[in-house]
């Protein structure tokens, strides 16, 4: 039995395990006839399965297909450039990478396949810290999609609670009552909300409800532990020291950092600091909001930190703020519905000088609870409160929970 045949049989078991009917939203955005396509996302999103459910879809068992995972040891031994011209020799046509981010140099071997072979490459990893660092060199070759956690409206979804469109962000200020009476003929939404909360933004809590905070843990781990020593040659023994700052976004207040005296307590240097806050926020364990639009590297100075979703904070801590959970989540639903919109700069949401944030550079928004006024925000345009424990608003005052049903 040779080699190919090993991943083919591999395959064909994994396929009879995948269900195609329910899909994460980045299925439908995907242009899924380009050359090369590379999707990345944190661990437990479903990247993996976004790519089995389109073999299984388009290829099902054919062996002009196939899926391998670079993290096997079989590639330790092997040219993955190699391997996959002898698979186009015999016939191959697309062939699925997963983990590409555990390969060394793997941005070469992909530019090298591309460039001299016909084969059509779909390509995820885990690791955005590691593919940053390489991704360069694909720029004219590669389509780049990033897959978010779980949106709201796709845990209704993936529970199978009840079905919605997502809405776009425009409907959602503009049109906020109509689109909410909408969802609350079908359901109850603060039923569901706090539930998600909790533990609903990876899929994984459909199967494994029980250990949903020790997968959420690892995942945390795996970053801090591997993913980030690997990729920047942090001391290990500073990884403690940036487990409390992850544990810090996840107990206090949105953060307001002062990067001097976070320096000194870590004992690195501002700059590496800065540095390690790119990483994390590249890793999906940190969101980043400025007060000003910027480009996608190390920023001066991060104008405010939060955890990357509420599930993090949950797993870390249960007596996390409310205020910081509420807005932690409309940080993260903003950042997400925008991933993949393209743009030179980083402005779906900023800080705002009255207000807490400026919205795709037009809307200002408070958070707040129920009973949250207009007062900081009074005589302001295009000004909304965002306001949690409501199922409908009414003028300028929108549930925070319609800003899940983004994607």
């Given at each position: 039995?040779?080699?190919?045949?090993?991943?083919?049989?591999?395959q064909k078991?994994?396929?009879k395990?995948?269900i195609?009917?329910k899909?994460?939203y980045?299925?439908?955005?995907?242009s899924?006839?380009?050359?090369?396509?590379?999707?990345t996302?944190?661990?437990?999103?479903?990247?993996?399965?976004?790519?089995?459910?389109?073999l299984?879809e388009?290829y099902?068992?054919s062996p002009?297909?196939?899926y391998?995972?670079?993290?096997?040891p079989?590639?330790?031994t092997?040219s993955?450039?190699e391997f996959?011209?002898?698979?186009?020799?015999r016939?191959?046509?697309i062939?699925?990478?997963d983990e590409?981010?555990?390969?060394r140099?793997?941005?070469?071997?992909?530019?090298?396949?591309?460039?001299?072979?016909?084969?059509?490459?779909?390509?995820s990893?885990?690791?955005?810290?590691?593919i940053?660092?390489?991704?360069?060199?694909?720029?004219?070759?590669?389509?780049?999609?990033?897959?978010?956690?779980?949106?709201?409206?796709e845990?209704?979804?993936f529970?199978?609670i009840?079905?919605?469109e997502s809405?776009?962000?425009?409907?959602?200020?503009?049109?906020h009552i109509?689109?909410?009476?909408?969802?609350?003929?079908?359901?109850?939404?603060?039923?569901?909300?706090?539930?998600?909360?909790?533990?609903?933004?990876?899929?994984?809590?459909?199967?494994?409800?029980d250990?949903?905070?020790?997968?959420?843990?690892?995942?945390?781990?795996?970053i801090?532990?591997?993913?980030?020593?690997?990729?920047?040659n942090i001391n290990?023994?500073?990884?403690d020291?940036?487990?409390?700052l992850?544990?810090?976004?996840?107990?206090s207040v949105?953060?307001k950092?002062?990067?001097?005296?976070?320096?000194s307590?870590?004992?690195?240097?501002r700059?590496?600091?800065?540095?390690?806050?790119?990483y994390l926020?590249?890793?999906s364990?940190v969101?980043?909001?400025?007060?000003?639009?910027?480009?996608?590297?190390?920023v001066?100075?991060?104008?405010?930190?939060?955890a990357?979703n509420?599930?993090i904070?949950r797993?870390?801590?249960?007596?996390?703020?409310?205020?910081?959970?509420?807005e932690?989540?409309?940080?993260?639903?903003i950042k997400?519905?925008?991933?993949?919109?393209p743009?030179?700069?980083d402005s779906?949401?900023?800080l705002s000088?009255?207000?807490?944030f400026?919205?795709?550079?037009?809307?200002i928004?408070e958070?707040?609870?129920?009973n949250k006024?207009?007062?900081?925000?009074?005589d302001?345009?295009?000004s909304?409160?965002?306001?949690?424990d409501i199922?409908v608003?009414f003028?300028n005052k929108?549930?925070?929970?319609?800003?899940?049903?983004?994607?």
């Open positions: 039995m040779d080699d190919f045949t090993i991943f083919f049989k591999e078991r994994t396929l395990r995948v195609r009917d899909k994460r980045l299925y439908k955005q995907i899924w006839n380009d050359r090369l396509i590379l999707i996302g944190q661990r437990g999103v479903g990247k993996t399965t976004l790519m089995f459910q389109h299984k388009n099902k068992n002009k297909a196939l391998i995972s670079v993290d096997n079989f590639f330790k092997i993955l450039y996959a011209l002898d698979f186009e020799k016939g191959g046509e062939l699925y990478i590409i981010h555990k390969y140099d793997w941005a070469s071997h992909i530019k090298s396949i591309y460039d001299t072979s016909s084969l059509k490459l779909i390509v990893g885990s690791s955005m810290i590691q940053s660092k390489q991704e360069a060199d694909l720029s004219r070759r590669v389509k780049h999609y990033r897959l978010a956690n779980l949106s709201f409206r845990y209704l979804y529970l199978n009840a079905e919605f809405f776009k962000i425009e409907d959602i200020f503009e049109n109509e689109v909410a009476s909408a969802v609350i003929d079908k359901i109850k939404p603060l039923e569901h909300f706090q539930n998600y909360i909790e533990y609903g933004a990876y899929p994984f809590v459909i199967e494994e409800p250990s949903f905070y020790h997968y959420v843990i690892g995942i945390i781990n795996q801090l532990e591997v993913d980030l020593p690997y990729s920047t290990f023994s500073k990884i020291k940036i487990k409390k992850i544990y810090l976004l996840s107990t949105p953060l950092p002062n990067i001097s005296k976070l320096a307590a870590i004992e690195i240097s700059p590496t600091l800065l540095e390690y806050l790119h926020e590249l890793g364990l969101n980043v909001v400025n007060q000003n639009a910027r480009g996608y590297g190390v001066s100075k991060p104008d405010k930190l939060f990357y509420t599930n904070i797993a870390i801590s249960q007596n996390s703020n409310i205020g910081t959970m509420r932690t989540f409309f940080v993260n639903q997400s519905s925008e991933y993949n919109k743009s030179l700069l779906a949401i900023l000088k009255a207000g807490d400026k919205v795709v550079d037009r809307y928004v958070i707040g609870g129920k006024s207009f007062k900081q925000i009074a302001m345009p295009n909304f409160v965002v306001a949690d199922e608003g003028g929108v549930p925070l929970w319609l800003f899940g049903f983004l994607y």
